[in-house]
C-alpha cells in the first residue's frame, strides 16, 4: 500500500501564504497522478490542485488558479501546494491524495489518501 503524509498547514492571516508538503512511501509506482482536495465545514469535499507524475501537466479548480502551485519532486517522493493570496474562504482540511490514469479534477477516483491537514486563514 501507499501511504501520504501531509504537513504545513496552520493558521494564517488573509493574504498571507502556506506551503503543504505531503511525503509518500510504501509502494508507490511509476506514472503516478499526485493532488490535493480540501473539504471545509459544512461543504462536500472539493477538488483543489493535480499534477502528472514528470510534474510537468499540472491541473487546478477555478477557485485557486493563480493563488496556488503544486509541484512534485518525484526523487523526494513528496508533493508540494503553495498556497499565495488566502482567503477564508479556503478555509478547510486539505487532503494529499495519489491515482492511476488521467488527471481529471474529480474527488471520487483517488486511491490513497493521507489524514489531512488543517489550513484556517482568518480576516
Known amino acids: 500500500q501507499v501511504q501520504l503524509v ?3 498547514g ?5 493574504g498571507g501564504s502556506l506551503r503543504l508538503s505531503c511525503a509518500a512511501s510504501g509502494r ?3 506514472g503516478v497522478v499526485m493532488g490535493w482536495l480540501r473539504q ?3 461543504k462536500e469535499r472539493e477538488f483543489v490542485s493535480a ?4 510534474g510537468i501537466l ?3 479548480s477555478d477557485s485557486v488558479k493563480g493563488r496556488f502551485t503544486i509541484s512534485r519532486d518525484s526523487a523526494k517522493k513528496t508533493v508540494y501546494l503553495e498556497m499565495n493570496s ?4 479556503d478555509t478547510a482540511v486539505y487532503y494529499c491524495a495519489s491515482k492511476r490514469g488521467l488527471i481529471r479534477p474529480t474527488t471520487d477516483e483517488w486511491e490513497y489518501w493521507g489524514q489531512g491537514t488543517q489550513v484556517t486563514v482568518s480576516s
Open 86 to 89: 488566502l482567503k477564508p474562504e
Open 40 to 42: 471545509a465545514p459544512g
Open 51 to 54: 499534477v502528472s507524475w514528470s
Open 28 to 30: 508507490t509506482f511509476s
Open 58 to 60: 499540472k491541473s487546478y
Open 6 to 8: 501531509e504537513s504545513g
Open 10 to 14: 496552520g493558521l494564517v492571516q488573509a
